[in-house]
């Protein structure tokens, strides 16, 4: 499993408390697995004006140091690069030799308060990783915080509509930790929906 975590400017200019928030969320997930070797391994990318994988697959083997790791996870407070976590998912988290195993699923989670903006706001580059992504496997479910995001564009990068969860605030995330418990998780990636919503010029993945 691999976190893709929002540390842009916009969450605490909204709310000074947001980042621990969203770290506390990402913790209270995490709390609902089995963390192990043998068992569910976790990754974190952190992005910002740039993306960061802060750790890999096989860094933490147990859930106390992955807590601890998680809950102490910088913040940034620049720009929107989820282009670049994106890419860093694909080429390096779930690289060949890199923790990943037979038989596993990959999943990555996105956490995201507004619209990706690196290297331009709207920029194809994003959609065209996720894309990448979805063809290797990885299953991308994404949470919206607010309404800044662009739900259009996040319905284009998560791997099915049911893999898109909106929150109108951070206070509101405690509201999804049920919806990714691990019967929810641990399984492969969902079949893409039979009759897909119209939408005119909208891709589907």
């Given at each position: 499993?691999?976190?893709?975590?929002?540390?842009?400017?916009?969450?605490?200019?909204?709310?000074?408390?947001?980042?621990?928030?969203?770290?506390?969320?990402?913790?209270?997930?995490i709390?609902?697995?089995?963390?192990?070797?043998?068992?569910?391994?976790?990754?974190?990318?952190?992005?910002?004006?740039?993306?960061?994988?802060?750790?890999?697959?096989?860094?933490?083997?147990?859930?106390?140091?992955?807590?601890?790791?998680?809950?102490?996870?910088?913040?940034?407070?620049?720009?929107?690069?989820?282009?670049?976590?994106?890419?860093?998912?694909?080429?390096?988290?779930?690289?060949?030799?890199?923790?990943?195993?037979?038989?596993?699923?990959?999943?990555?989670?996105?956490?995201?308060?507004?619209?990706?903006?690196v290297?331009?706001?709207?920029?194809?580059?994003?959609?065209?990783?996720?894309?990448?992504?979805?063809?290797?496997?990885?299953?991308?479910?994404?949470?919206?915080?607010?309404?800044?995001?662009?739900?259009?564009?996040?319905?284009?990068?998560?791997?099915?509509?049911?893999?898109?969860?909106?929150?109108?605030?951070?206070?509101?995330?405690?509201?999804?930790?049920?919806?990714?418990q691990?019967?929810?998780?641990?399984?492969?990636?969902?079949?893409?929906?039979?009759?897909?919503?119209?939408?005119?010029?909208?891709?589907?993945?």
């Amino acid at each position: 499993m691999n976190f893709i975590v929002d540390s842009s400017g916009s969450l605490n200019d909204k709310d000074p408390q947001n980042w621990d928030i969203a770290l506390q969320f990402v913790a209270n997930v995490i709390r609902q697995f089995t963390i192990g070797p043998n068992n569910v391994q976790v990754a974190f990318v952190l992005f910002s004006h740039v993306a960061t994988v802060e750790w890999g697959l096989t860094q933490y083997q147990d859930s106390v140091s992955l807590l601890n790791a998680i809950l102490s996870v910088r913040y940034v407070g620049s720009t929107t690069n989820l282009n670049d976590a994106l890419y860093l998912t694909r080429t390096q988290v779930f690289a060949p030799g890199r923790g990943t195993r037979p038989n596993a699923v990959k999943v990555t989670i996105i956490l995201t308060d507004g619209e990706d903006n690196v290297p331009v706001e709207g920029t194809p580059l994003t959609v065209a990783n996720a894309t990448l992504c979805k063809r290797e496997g990885i299953r991308l479910i994404a949470i919206g915080v607010s309404d800044e995001v662009d739900l259009a564009r996040l319905l284009q990068i998560v791997s099915s509509r049911t893999d898109y969860h909106a929150v109108d605030d951070f206070d509101a995330l405690t509201s999804v930790i049920t919806q990714l418990q691990p019967q929810q998780i641990c399984f492969p990636n969902p079949l893409p929906p039979t009759t897909p919503p119209p939408g005119p010029g909208t891709q589907h993945y």
